[in-house]
């Protein structure tokens, strides 16, 4: 069983940064893969990035390659989402995700969630 909490969501303007971090507690967190992803109001949840559970496998969501950066460390038992040249279109619930097999940008293969963190980027 793995618990996940986010934190570090907010209000930015736009072309702003901001980095999300995503504790886990439980059992053998350097053994999931982790991945975000992110919700807005009338979408369907859409994948962000995803990192496997060495670090060494990342992959991300077309919208934000050359933007966003995932990472993890896994003696904190945290990941990270670092987020640059936000946009408006960037609004939305995010949330982190953990699977113990390799990373996956399908939302249906992940078996923890965290209860998500806002963020708002303003024009």
């Known amino acids: 069983q793995v618990q996940l909490v986010e934190s570090g969501g907010g209000l930015v303007q736009a072309g702003g940064s901001l980095r999300l971090s995503c504790a886990a507690s439980g059992r053998a967190f350097s053994s999931y893969a982790m991945g975000w992803f992110r919700q807005a109001p009338g979408k369907e949840r859409e994948f962000v990035a995803v990192i496997s559970w060495s670090g060494g496998t990342t992959n991300y969501g077309d919208s934000v390659k050359g933007r966003f950066t995932i990472s993890r460390d896994n003696a904190k038992n945290t990941a990270y989402l670092q987020m640059n040249r936000l946009q408006p279109e960037d609004t939305a619930v995010y949330y982190c995700?953990?699977?113990?097999?390799?990373?996956?940008?399908?939302?249906?293969?992940?078996?923890?969630w965290g209860q998500g963190t806002q963020v708002t980027v303003s024009s």
């Open positions: 995700a953990a699977r113990q097999w390799g990373p996956s940008s399908s939302s249906s293969l992940y078996n923890y």
